[in-house]
């Protein structure tokens, strides 16, 4: 048996959602068939896919060790170099000036720690900002900008704002302005846009 404690990073979610972050090599099928068996209880009561996850709730996995250690997430973090130019900084967010050139996701493999996510993460791993052990919960950015684009990224370092900030983007209350740079002359009218 395997017992895990809910954290704030896992809480207020279902737990079927919980335990694809939580066993993210296990086949859904399979995540599935657990709960279907009973193999999974949330503070001793039989666990359903719906269930929501509070902090301090205990999980218990009925499953085989073997089987926990292939279908667990492994912690692949690999720690980069990172230039950030930090703007802002709390318990909860991190806002970035991005430069022109560089990306804000990797767009393959070969991009890992030259894009402002994997800085991002190693600045707030190095610094013990966010706990690195964390399975379930990664620090993400809230907004993206093309390679050629600079400008400001917003970090949510725990799940909770991270969901408060994409709320306030999907509602309108967070605003984005862009500045455009043209050199030479202008011949024609520009139609202004805002987005």
Do not use: C
């Not at 509070?54 to 085989?64: A, E, G, L, N």
């Not at 190095?126 to 379930?136: A, M, Q």
């Not at 050629?148 to 309108?172: C, D, F, P």
């Amino acid at each position: 048996m395997i017992e895990v404690k809910i954290n704030e990073n896992d809480s207020n979610q279902r737990f079927d959602r919980f335990l694809r972050k939580y066993l993210k090599n296990a086949p859904l099928s399979i995540i599935q068939k657990n709960i279907r068996k009973k193999n999974f209880k949330i503070n001793d009561k039989r666990a359903k896919k719906d269930d929501l996850v509070k902090k301090d709730d205990i999980v218990k996995m009925y499953i085989k060790d073997e089987d926990y250690h292939k279908w667990v997430r492994k912690d692949d973090f690999k720690a980069s170099n990172f230039n950030l130019d930090i703007i802002y900084e709390d318990e909860n967010i991190i806002i970035i000036d991005k430069k022109s050139g560089v990306l804000s996701h990797a767009a393959s493999s070969s991009d890992y720690g030259k894009n402002l996510v994997d800085q991002m993460t190693s600045y707030l791993y190095k610094t013990n900002k966010v706990n690195s052990r964390d399975l379930t919960f990664r620090p993400s950015i809230v907004n993206r900008l093309d390679r050629n684009t600079a400008g400001l990224i917003i970090g949510a370092k725990n799940a909770k704002s991270l969901r408060a900030l994409n709320e306030a983007i999907r509602q309108g209350k967070i605003y984005k302005y862009y500045l455009t740079l043209v050199e030479g002359e202008i011949k024609k009218t520009l139609l202004l846009i805002q987005i």
